[in-house]
């Protein structure tokens, strides 16, 4: 497993713009699909995006697509999410998730995990 750091979270208003990073630990970096995903109060962690190791291959959930970019930096280590033309409802704590044997849309995919960054929008 590795271990994962998020950073780049704060407040933001409306329109506005912030760049999340995740910082991973450990061995082998560029074998592990990398995700995003959110958790607001009272709702359900949700999917956000991720990337695959091998291709850089992106997925989007449609509440993001076109304002949100996931990348990574295989020689540091890093993914980011840009985002882009925020709005309050993407208020949330925003967490880094990694896995080995392929990621998803399902948070059960993932074996490692940050511990949020938390992502607030003013209107």
């Known amino acids: 497993q590795v271990q994962l750091v998020e950073s780049g979270g704060g407040l933001v208003q409306a329109g506005g713009s912030l760049r999340l990073s995740c910082a991973a630990s450990g061995r082998a970096f560029t074998t592990y699909d990398m995700g995003w995903f959110r958790k607001a109060p009272g709702k359900e962690r949700e999917f956000v995006a991720r990337?695959?190791?091998?291709?850089?291959?992106?997925y989007y959930a449609d509440s993001v697509k076109g304002r949100f970019t996931i990348s990574r930096e295989n020689a540091k280590n890093t993914v980011y999410l840009q985002m882009n033309s925020l709005n309050p409802e993407d208020t949330a704590v925003y967490y880094c998730?990694?896995?080995?044997?392929?990621?998803?849309?399902?948070?059960?995919?993932?074996?490692?995990w940050g511990q949020g960054t938390q992502v607030t929008v003013s209107s």
């Open positions: 990337i695959t190791g091998t291709f850089g291959s992106t």
């Open positions: 998730a990694a896995a080995k044997g392929g990621g998803s849309i399902y948070s059960s995919s993932y074996e490692s």
